[in-house]
């Protein structure tokens, strides 16, 4: 397998209620920063043969630091992010591109690309090589787990509930989500063409590419995203429950 990851770790996490300028990806759980465990990850997944990571340029110091004191070795470049989290993806998918032009040779554009938020520390190297896997097989694939409670559609008052979906049929999106390269590529630049954004990169893919299915990886619930204040005890349970495993 050949895949490149792009990790989205620029957010400044306003949920978190954190002081201006501080990183989510950067507070610590079990004594590493979030962006520690996330690399790591991507590192001992056999499947990622390169890493590109877009945050602000105050933590570029800090990253490449970890990753010289860890052994990040795949940590290819790190790039500064945009103003939104798609800018800051397509500015790694740049990245990517001019490296691929600079050695003359298409051939070096690897199969998958995998993009992932780098507030998701507990994905695991096996979760990695099977959503790049599905992705080359399928051509998109993104891992989801089955909501826990009821989902109520909003009517057109926002104050009252409209009908109760079908919480079969639904799914809660995760990452990484994995795509073969080029079609990743082309659903960014028609993306910036026509200057629409979307909440994720599966949306791009299925606005530009219709035809083109996506593959489910369903996952358990460790996968979390830090987001607000109260994930960050769920995330200490988490690891303690990994590290009573290992």
Not at 156 to 170: A, I, Q, V, Y
Not at 194 to 209: I, Q
Request: hydrophobic share 40%; proline share 4%; net charge negative.
């Amino acid at each position: 397998m050949n895949a490149i990851a792009i990790i989205a770790a620029s957010g400044i996490g306003k949920r978190m209620q954190l002081k201006d300028g501080q990183s989510k990806q950067l507070l610590e759980i079990g004594g590493f920063p979030v962006v520690y465990h996330t690399l790591k990850a991507f590192q001992m997944a056999s499947s990622v043969g390169a890493v590109y990571v877009a945050t602000t340029l105050e933590n570029r110091g800090i990253l490449e630091d970890m990753a010289a004191t860890n052994g990040f070795s795949k940590l290819k470049a790190i790039v500064e992010g945009g103003k939104e989290r798609q800018d800051s993806i397509y500015n790694c998918i740049k990245a990517i591109e001019q490296e691929r032009r600079s050695t003359g040779s298409s051939s070096s554009l690897a199969e998958t690309i995998l993009v992932h938020d780098g507030a998701r520390p507990f994905i695991t190297p096996d979760e990695i090589n099977e959503i790049s896997r599905l992705a080359m097989q399928h051509g998109a694939c993104v891992p989801a787990n089955r909501p826990k409670d009821t989902i109520k559609y909003v009517g057109e008052n926002p104050e009252f509930f409209g009908e109760t979906l079908d919480r079969s049929k639904l799914l809660q999106v995760q990452t990484p989500q994995g795509f073969r390269s080029g079609l990743l590529i082309q659903a960014h630049q028609q993306a910036e063409l026509e200057g629409w954004y979307a909440t994720d990169d599966a949306a791009l893919v299925e606005r530009f590419f219709p035809e083109q299915p996506i593959k489910i990886f369903e996952t358990g619930y460790h996968n979390i995203k830090i987001t607000t204040p109260e994930d960050i005890p769920v995330a200490e349970a988490i690891f303690s429950q990994i590290s009573a495993r290992s």
